[in-house]
């Protein structure tokens, strides 16, 4: 959502859209799980495997941040559109 | 280290890496590596994505900043406005059923897809 708010309606170049977002990912998912926590319903968590989840992502997200600079603008668009294609059809289809 | 634990680095790397290029929180990947991939139960998984967000997001925060890659004002707002949404959001979240949910944004993806799609096939303007 943050995404196309930026590069839709602000006008803001991809790259800094994408940077931008997850900057503003950091607190809302720091405010959020606590609530998901706390809450009636809440989500069961495996911190094993959340420890191994981020033995990886931690290094993917780091690579990913290096590289953004030399991917053009237009290709990175398109890497937003495939993701977020993909990710609305699965929500469509298997909700 | 089992087999489990080292598709759930690989997948987390991926996770990670989509966070650091496209900037998303990284649980579109995080959820399925651990259902498809780990066997993990639905319920769990999200919960789980929850919490390995964060270290992601700080990893990718940090090194966008020395990058030079955030424009920090738009940054900012976003993120202060976030919070306020990100707790409304989840209290929503917890009371909605959570296929309708799922269909609301997964139509809203698609839409915006298709308007950044237009926007990245547009032909440049002349001169």
């Known amino acids: ?95 | 280290m089992s087999w489990r634990d080292a598709i759930l680095i690989v997948g987390g790397f991926g996770a990670g890496f989509l966070s650091g290029t496209i900037g998303i929180g990284g649980g579109a990947l995080f959820v399925p590596t651990m259902t498809v991939g780990a066997g993990i139960s639905q319920a769990v998984a999200q919960g789980t994505s929850l919490v390995a967000i964060v270290p992601t997001a700080l990893v990718s925060t940090i090194t966008h900043i020395r990058q030079g890659n955030v424009l920090r004002e738009p940054a900012l707002w976003m993120g202060g406005g976030g919070v306020v949404g990100g707790i409304i959001g989840a209290l929503v979240a917890v009371e909605v059923p959570g296929p309708v949910l799922a269909r609301v944004w997964g139509g809203f993806l698609l839409f915006t897809a298709y308007r950044l799609a237009s926007q990245a096939l547009r032909p440049p303007k002349a001169g």
């Open chain 1, 1 to 95: 959502m943050l995404i196309p708010l930026q590069v839709l309606w602000a006008g803001i170049p991809q790259r800094f859209a994408n940077a931008n977002s997850i900057v503003a990912i950091l607190p809302i998912a720091v405010a959020a799980v606590p609530v998901y926590l706390f809450r009636k319903g809440s989500p069961q968590i495996d911190f094993r495997v959340a420890l191994f989840l981020v033995l990886g992502s931690v290094v993917g997200a780091y690579v990913g941040a290096r590289l953004l600079k030399r991917i053009p603008d237009r290709e990175l668009k398109l890497a937003v559109v495939v993701v977020l294609g993909l990710v609305g059809v699965k929500e469509l289809l298997l909700p």
